[in-house]
Nanobody, 116 residues
Framework: QVQVVESGGGLVQAGGSLRLTCTAS????????MGWSRQAPGKEREDVAG???????TYNDDVKGRFTVSRDSAKNTVYLQMNSLKPEDTAVYYC??????????WGQGTQVTVSS
């Protein structure tokens, strides 16, 4: 059994910052990719950022230069630093851990609300 828990969401004014944290625990597994996705009301879930074991990162064009993804593999934890937040960043943010066996574990989501 694997548990994935996100934290750090909340309400912030436009231009502000938040840091999301996501930790996986439970059954031991080897992760090769950790990432963040988001889903706004009435929209499909979209990828936001990701990082692999080589520390190669990928970003959605809408967040490049504002968001930074990082990881601490020893703690099975991935972070998302979000700066210069915009109202359009409002969404439920989900983290995921992808194993070498191509199994994906998702967190339950954390709400991020950016007021104008």
């Amino acid at each position: 059994q694997v548990q994935v828990v996100e934290s750090g969401g909340g309400l912030v004014q436009a231009g502000g910052s938040l840091r999301l944290t996501c930790t996986a625990s439970g059954r031991t597994f080897t992760t090769y990719f950790m990432g963040w996705s988001r889903q706004a009301p009435g929209k499909e879930r979209e990828d936001v950022a990701g990082i692999n074991l080589s520390d190669d990162t990928t970003y959605n064009d809408d967040v490049k230069g504002r968001f930074t993804v990082s990881r601490d593999s020893a703690k099975n934890t991935v972070y998302l630093q979000m700066n210069s937040l915009k109202p359009e960043d409002t969404a439920v943010y989900y983290c995921k851990f992808v194993t070498y066996g191509a199994t994906t574990y998702w967190g339950q989501g954390t709400q991020v609300t950016v007021s104008s």
